[in-house]
């Protein structure tokens, strides 16, 4: 039986269950939906861009399916929300580990605070990421064309698709910063495609986490 | 587009340059509505449909003249009749013909997100290409007059064409043609302004003082011009705005936004790579496994 639950031990592999199979999935699904959902806005946002749209099967199946996507992106990032957003609270040591930032991009991790199962800059991708799909599935039911934007004033219809594309944006920079880091810390990509990261990458990244959930582990 | 009589100036959403090369040498042409001269009579209305083959739904009485209630993707130009009671207390019938001004500046191609859905002639007409258009309504939160409607049936967005096609071929639009008082003409925008400069004159000498020409600047001026009694209270006839202009939401939508954002994201990839070749990944090595294993008995 090779049931993965989060915070599971193996001692004998050395291995700590980092994110249960539902977690990944969940994370996958949305990160797909962004990727549809980042190429869709930005053909309809950026002229040169606009042949993206092939990739959609044409401009106005790209418009038709965009706000669906969203719909679905939200919906599933609720769920993967729902996992993980008691860990997310900022807390003092999110704040020193956030003045030492040049610590952090130096990769000198042995002079930063203790990290539990977030570090703040995860945290904060979490909570940016969030802000940003609330304000975006809310300005993007009121520039849906085919369902709402008639019951509002054409003012606001203008303010949203501003605010639409400016939070798009937002999210999009904050995927790029995200991205980047799975790919600088090494281990990252595995603990979300496979679920499990070494004691010695916990232990380094995560040191906090590493006691919880070792703790009594080889008794 | 296919009318070669045509010259193409602006095209929505397009980074290669409008062929320019000719220029407009005729001049700009535009269509000059008299308001004061309008009698109601809708002959415009129903010219344009038999036009441009357009079937409006059959409506019901909303209690006024104004029918159908509004503009749709089947009924290009309206006339909106407004019952207006004027400082002497006697009533003052309104009617104004409304449909697309093809403004000099026009908001639905700037916010147009469709290569080539919208475009601009050098005669000054601003054309939607239906095939081009993906049906996303930015046009009409564009549009500082409330004149583009989306089709239910195809999605597409649909306005007055200033009769582009008669146009080309040198005829007058259907409109203009069908008005039995001369309410509407239509030439070089020149000639119709000196027309409409004659027309506010003789509205002068008849008592009406504020009489004058509506060609907002905010806009760069129309293709679409009228002559109104009452040119100092354009809201009068049906909320003609005063001064429209692009709504500064949609000039920063569509402005100095595509180029920052698109620069910024290239930015933070940039230093993203710059980072990983500069001071490289962040490793998890033998000694930090060691490390913890040594934690790890140190607890039981």
């Known amino acids: ?219 | 587009m296919a009318l070669q009589s045509l010259d193409i100036i602006r095209r929505s959403a397009t980074t290669i340059r409008a062929p320019d090369a000719r220029g407009a040498h005729t001049g700009e042409v535009a269509k000059l509505i008299d308001v004061t001269k309008c009698i109601g009579c809708k002959a415009c209305q129903i010219a344009c449909m038999e036009w441009n083959d357009l079937r409006d739904e059959i409506g019901t009485c909303s209690g006024s003249y104004t029918n159908p209630a509004d503009l749709s993707d089947q009924s290009w130009t309206l006339m909106r009749f407004t019952e207006y009671e004027n400082d002497k207390g006697d009533l003052e019938w309104l009617i104004r013909k409304d449909g697309c001004m093809h403004c000099a500046d026009p908001g639905c191609l700037k916010a147009c997100p469709a290569p080539g859905a919208i475009v601009q002639y050098a005669n000054g007409i601003v054309d939607f290409v239906e095939e081009n258009c993906i049906g996303c309504g930015y046009c009409v939160a564009g549009c500082p007059f409330n004149v583009p409607r989306i089709s239910k049936k195809d999605k597409k967005a649909y306005k007055c064409t200033l009769c582009s096609d008669r146009v080309a071929v040198g005829l007058e639009p259907a409109c203009v043609k069908a008005c039995p008082t001369g309410a509407i003409v239509f030439g070089s925008k020149d000639d119709m302004q000196q027309h409409a400069a004659e027309r506010i004159e003789d509205l002068k000498s008849r008592g009406f003082d504020q009489a004058g020409m509506y060609d907002p600047a905010g806009v760069g001026g129309t293709h679409v011009m009228y002559v109104l009694h009452h040119a100092d209270k354009p809201e009068l006839y049906a909320g003609l705005p005063k001064d429209p202009h692009i709504s500064p939401m949609v000039r920063l939508w569509k402005g100095v936004t595509k180029p920052l954002a698109a620069l910024a994201l290239l930015g933070a990839a940039a230093a993203g790579f710059l980072h990983y070749v500069g001071v490289g990944p962040n490793e998890t090595t033998e000694e930090d496994e060691k490390a913890a294993r040594r934690e790890l008995e140190k607890q039981s």
């Open chain 1, 1 to 219: 039986m090779n049931k993965q639950t989060a915070d599971s031990v193996n001692a004998s592999t050395g291995q700590i269950v980092r994110y249960a199979p539902s977690t990944r999935i969940t994370h996958w699904l949305v990160a797909i939906s962004f990727v549809l959902l980042a190429l869709s806005g930005l053909a309809m946002f950026y002229p040169p861009l606009f042949g993206l749209s092939s990739l959609f099967g044409g401009g106005d199946t790209m418009r038709a399916v965009h706000p669906w996507i969203g719909v679905f992106m939200v919906v599933v990032f609720l769920v993967l929300a729902g996992k993980l957003h008691r860990h997310m609270r900022i807390q003092q040591r999110d704040r020193q580990w956030l003045r030492q930032i040049k610590d952090v991009t130096a990769n000198r991790e042995e002079n930063l605070p203790e990290v539990g199962r977030y570090n703040a800059g995860q945290k904060l991708v979490y909570l940016v990421a969030l802000l940003s799909l609330i304000v975006l599935l809310f300005t993007g039911l009121e520039i849906w064309r085919a369902y709402f934007t008639a019951y509002f004033p054409i003012d606001i219809t203008r303010f949203a698709a501003l605010l639409h594309a400016f939070f798009a944006f937002v999210l999009m920079l904050t995927i790029i910063v995200h991205i980047y880091a799975a790919i600088w810390v090494k281990g990252s990509v595995r603990a979300m495609t496979r679920g499990t990261v070494s004691y010695g990458w916990a232990w380094k990244h995560h040191r906090a986490w590493f006691r919880d959930v070792t703790k009594g582990s080889l008794k």
